[in-house]
């Protein structure tokens, strides 16, 4: 059996209020790119560059 790297889905954002690492799923920025910080509520949204560089990293790991 070959081992296949793991594609990840999940983001990993730093709350820009607390810097605290926040995970989420890809499918849910996806729909909605608004987050609440789990450790200080504060709620911020993720940008389409962030996304963006997310997927593109993702192409990578997936060849
Ligand atoms: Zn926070």
Redesign the pocket.
Known sequence: MTQVQPVPDTLSLP?P??N?KLRESLARLRLNREVS?T??G?AFTVTEAQLEAFLRMREQLGR
């Open positions: 709350c209020q607390c605290h910080c450790h200080c504060n």
